[in-house]
């Protein structure tokens, strides 16, 4: 029956369009990527040694934009078609790498299996065991100071994959930061999960499949939708 909504004209596509809009789909992801909110610190180990040709580690430029409700990613690559980008957005200078991660500490404890811990300084934490091979992605920052202290800790250890990096997320929005920095922690990749690493994409191969799918027609339509609904005519946005 759904389907049958889809294809079809007039009131009811206009208005399943519209429920969209209020009631934006999740995009079903797989977790490989880390994503921190503010206050939170990820320890890892760097799968990439950041040697010459370590495709586990790259740089990427990444379009963002809104679409209704929901905002859109899609990689800035000759392969990818960028139809539909909005004229305005100008694409993100970011790096990734692959790590493998022993934990979050989370400011708010949102799942019962999650230890409550306290930090060096005393400040009360959960703890979410991760033990699995994750992508770290971040913008370099501004006058890039985020990839300046990954290349410090490359430049400390003579690759990056020596030891236990914390990865600390402050702010929301335009006011976020980012800190990375080396520690004395023991923690390693568990010797029976290292063969794995070796069937690891690479950073490039991820995102284009994660990132590489062009705008589809429904993702322009909804686009127009929420300009019309925000006073914008069609005619002042080109897609």
Not at 1 to 8: G, N
Not at 9 to 26: A, H, V, W
Not at 198 to 213: A, F, M, P, V
Not at 220 to 234: E, K, P, R, V
Request: proline fraction near 2%; hydrophobic fraction near 35%.
């Amino acid at each position: 029956m759904a389907r049958e909504y889809i294809d079809m004209s007039g009131i009811m596509k206009i208005q399943q369009r519209r429920d969209e809009l209020k009631n934006p789909k999740t995009e079903e992801t797989k977790h490989t990527e880390v994503w921190l909110k503010d206050g939170e610190q990820l320890f890892c180990t760097s799968v990439a040694s950041g040697a010459d040709d370590d495709k586990l580690v790259d740089e990427l430029w990444m379009y963002t934009f809104r679409i209704g409700n929901r905002f859109r990613s899609l990689l800035q690559d000759s392969s990818v078609d960028a139809t539909g980008v909005p004229e305005d957005t100008r694409a993100s200078h970011r790096f990734g790498l692959w790590v493998y991660a022993h934990y979050i500490f989370h400011v708010d404890k949102r799942n019962d299996e999650w230890e409550e811990v306290e930090t060096p300084s005393g400040v009360k934490m959960f703890k979410e065991v991760i033990d699995d091979y994750r992508i770290v992605q971040l913008a370099f920052g501004r006058g890039d100071y985020v990839w300046n202290q990954l290349v410090e800790i490359y430049g400390d250890w003579g690759s990056l994959n020596k030891g236990v990096i914390r990865v600390k997320r402050n702010g929301i929005g335009l006011d976020t930061s980012y800190a990375i920095m080396a520690t004395t922690k023991k923690e390693k990749i568990p010797a029976a999960r290292k063969a794995e690493a070796s069937d690891l994409q690479t950073i490039k191969e991820y995102n284009l499949e994660r990132y590489g799918k062009p705008l589809t027609e429904e993702d322009m339509d909804m686009m127009t939708i929420h300009n019309t609904a925000n006073g914008h005519s069609s005619e002042e946005t080109t897609y």
